[in-house]
Every structure is written in structure tokens, then in C-alpha cells.
């Protein structure tokens, strides 16, 4: 199957693909590079290329299905719910975050700034407790490091040691 895309060339030195939320397929790639090397290596991907338009259908069914009032829901659930929660965890693994901001992200379910301000989408509330918890645990661990590398993994384990299965729950 052949699928239409959009080029954008810099100065990069290789190819990349990305499915937008429209969706939309883009190539990224070097100036110079030829059409027709894009081309093949657009049609080399075609299943990469389809999982993730199907995946991109799911997330946009899945956001039309909330109405105003249910996200109004969960917004109060989150606010209610998220801060005791963060601060049960931070007890535990001896942090302080700076502040808890329940947001209407919809690309991320948490982050954590260089400051240890800790933010969570209205959308974690959709998520079993186990998945919910183990975001919470995530961004607080982004307090002792600000990366993602073993040490960070480490120190979720200490205080989930099935954090694995749970972050598999966000993927679903």
C-alpha cells in the first residue's frame, strides 16, 4: 500500500519518519538526499507505517469520546486524587516536589520540571490505580535525576519492583 507523505529537508543527516496527529505522514531528511532513496525507504517502513496510523486513529477516538462534563470529571478526580497520592509516594522515597499542577496535557501524562514542580494530565485518571501510581512514581524520581538512564529505572524498582507491568498499562 502506498502512502502519501510530506518531505522536509534541512540539515539533518538522516531520514526519519513521523506520524502527526492529523494524521499525517512526514519524512524528514538531508537536503541532498534523492527522491527516490525517500521513496524506498518510505515503502520499507509501510508496517511501522501503518501500526502507527492505526494507533493515531485509536488516540483520536479515544479523545472524541470524552465529553465536556466527563473531562470536567476527571479534572475534579485528578485534583483530588494526585496530591495525596504524590505526597504518600514523596514520603516514602524521601523527596519534596515543589508544587502539584493537574494539566490538560494530552501528550504526556506527567513531567517534571528543573525545578521539581510536578505536573499530571486529567488523562492519567482514565488509567488503572497501578498505571496512575507508577506515573507518580515516575515523575518523582525525576527529582534525583532528570534523565531516564539506569540509575532513574533503579530507583522506581526500589519502590515498584513491577513497574515494568504497569507502565505496559500505558501503552494500551
Given at each position: ?6 518531505i522536509?529537508r534541512s ?8 506520524i ?21 525507504f ?34 475534579c ?13 514523596a ?7 515543589k508544587?502539584v ?29 497501578e ?6 512514581v ?8 532528570h ?19 504497569r507502565?505496559a498499562?500505558?501503552?494500551?
Open positions: 500500500m502506498a502512502y502519501e507523505y510530506k522536509i540539515e539533518r543527516r538522516t531520514l526519519a519518519l513521523e502527526t496527529e492529523k494524521p499525517e505522514i512526514l519524512v524528514r531528511a538531508p537536503r541532498r538526499c534523492p527522491t527516490a532513496y525517500i521513496q524506498s518510505v515503502e520499507s517502513r509501510e508496517d511501522w507505517i501503518s501500526s502507527h496510523l492505526e494507533k493515531q486513529r485509536l488516540r483520536a477516538a479515544q479523545r472524541q469520546l470524552l465529553t465536556d462534563g466527563e473531562v470536567a470529571e476527571l479534572v478526580r485528578a485534583k483530588k486524587e494526585l496530591p495525596p497520592l504524590v505526597a504518600c509516594y514520603e516514602t522515597m524521601g523527596l519534596s516536589p508544587s499542577k493537574i494539566t490538560k496535557a494530552a501528550k504526556r501524562f506527567g513531567s517534571c520540571s528543573s525545578k521539581n514542580a510536578l505536573c499530571f494530565s486529567y488523562r492519567l485518571m482514565l488509567y488503572p490505580q498505571a496512575i501510581e507508577y506515573v507518580v515516575h515523575e518523582l524520581a525525576h527529582i534525583v535525576h534523565n531516564h538512564g539506569g540509575d532513574f529505572y533503579a530507583l522506581i524498582k526500589t519502590v515498584l519492583p513491577d513497574y515494568k507491568a507502565s498499562m500505558l501503552k494500551k
